[in-house]
């Protein structure tokens, strides 16, 4: 069975960092696509970043470039999302995903989000 476990959110201070970890399992993790999303209270969920296994190449929503850095340790089958400079929307929920055409296009699997909470 695909299994994705996201991790490492908690409570963290506007401009602050936190690393959150996409631990996988049943797949190849580096065959595909590994992407975050994230949904704030009350909006509905966005994509965040997302990494392709066969090139590297990594995509970033607009609002997190600069800030936000993708990774994979594909010996580790974990994924990571580097968070820095952390702004109060980033408060949300954040998944993990992955894309079994790694085309960071269409998400086939998911795991249950982890928590981020930046605060003032």
């Known amino acids: 069975d695909v299994q994705l476990q996201a991790s490492g959110g908690g409570l963290v201070q506007a401009g602050g960092s936190l690393r959150l970890s996409c631990a996988a399992s049943g797949f190849t993790f580096d065959d595909y696509a590994i992407g975050w999303f994230r949904q704030a209270p009350g909006k509905e969920r966005e994509g965040v970043s997302c990494i392709s296994s066969s090139d590297g190449r990594t995509y970033y929503a607009d609002s997190v470039k600069g800030r936000f850095t993708i990774s994979n340790d594909n010996d580790k089958n974990t994924g990571y999302l580097q968070m820095n400079s952390l702004k109060r929307e980033g408060t949300a929920v954040y998944y993990c995903?992955?894309?079994?055409?790694?085309?960071?296009?269409?998400?086939?699997?998911w795991g249950q989000g982890t928590l981020v909470t930046v605060s003032s």
């Open positions: 995903a992955v894309d079994m055409t790694d085309g960071c296009e269409s998400f086939d699997y």
